[in-house]
């Protein structure tokens, strides 16, 4: 699976998706092919371990669905809903979900904030949104674009987290 080229030089246009979102939907593919090479043969019995203290695999899969869906919710101008806040607060919690679950939720719901992304004219990009309930100050695009760069963070961690639980010294 692994390209040649990083998604965003291969000069790829995404049909529907405004060309100021296509850095955003670059990113969110490379997420998605990385995130099926890190998964690639992953044990189930470390999806919670935290080595280091390090948050889990578990958690950031969990993470990342929830978080592109939460940030493309603000975007579009609407508030959390109660199965989102639920959502949001299970995320650090064990559950009884394979890794293969896990990066599957994660694959459709970067699709699906793909599909989200096509719905954002650029004339309303700059519109101004407001973030949780102490209603901080962001943009369409600003929430647009740190949906792709919190998702990218949070695949480099879990790059890591997964080499090394994966890791087995030479004897």
Not at 87 to 116: A, N, V
Not at 132 to 160: F, K, N, W, Y
Request: glycine fraction near 6%; hydrophobic fraction near 40%; charged fraction near 20%.
């Amino acid at each position: 699976m692994k390209q040649d080229k990083e998604v965003w030089l291969r000069g790829e246009h995404f049909a529907g998706i405004t060309q100021l979102l296509q850095p955003v939907a670059h990113a969110l593919l490379q997420a998605s092919e990385e995130l099926a090479i890190i998964m690639q043969n992953f044990n189930d019995e470390l999806l919670w371990a935290k080595p280091a203290g390090c948050a889990s695999p578990g958690f950031h899969l969990l993470h990342i669905s929830g978080v592109l869906d939460r940030l493309l919710t603000y975007a579009e101008g609407n508030m959390l809903t109660d199965d989102q806040l639920a959502y949001l607060k299970k995320e650090t919690e064990i559950q009884e979900l394979s890794s293969s679950d896990l990066e599957d939720r994660c694959q459709q719901q970067i699709k699906i904030t793909l599909d989200r992304l096509k719905n954002f004219l650029p004339d309303t990009l700059t519109h101004p949104r407001s973030v949780g309930r102490a209603a901080l100050p962001s943009t369409v695009i600003g929430l647009c674009t740190h949906a792709a760069e919190h998702t990218m963070r949070h695949i480099g961690q879990l790059m890591v987290t997964v080499k090394v639980l994966n890791y087995q010294p030479a004897s």
